[in-house]
């Protein structure tokens, strides 16, 4: 299941800014949001994407306008990650495999001349790497996958 499901796609509104970054790592395609509401309906109609909001009235003019949406409640990424794995069966678990940029949402390709552990955007041509920071990623996703399983 945790292959399949990432072919969610989601639409990041401007209030959840740092979210759509994570959603990217994990593997799912987002777009990050900030400009008109009604063009940001359009490209969720259009694209088949999940609206991700803080905005309640946003939430409810989706809702009524058929769309998929969801109202974030939590304030942190661990809260809002856990929230939408909950909903959607979001699978918290980093697959080098899966991963996209976190800039541009682009498939990441394994650099495979140089380590399972290097990544090479398609799209930027950005390079990642798994360094000291991955140790806040990991416990960030930890954090999350508790939370969700104590509900």
Known sequence: MEDNIRHLKFLVDAMLGNLVSWLRILGYDSIYWDGDDEKLLEKASRENRIILTKDRELYIYAKRSG???????ECNVEGMLSEISRNYG?????????????VCNG????DESRSRDRWTCNDCGKHYWIGSHFRNITKTLNEAKEKTQSY
């Open 90 to 102: 979001l699978c918290l678990d980093f697959d080098p495999e899966q991963t996209r940029c976190p």
């Open 67 to 73: 769309l998929e949406a969801f109202l974030i409640n």
């Open 107 to 110: 498939m990441l390709k394994i």
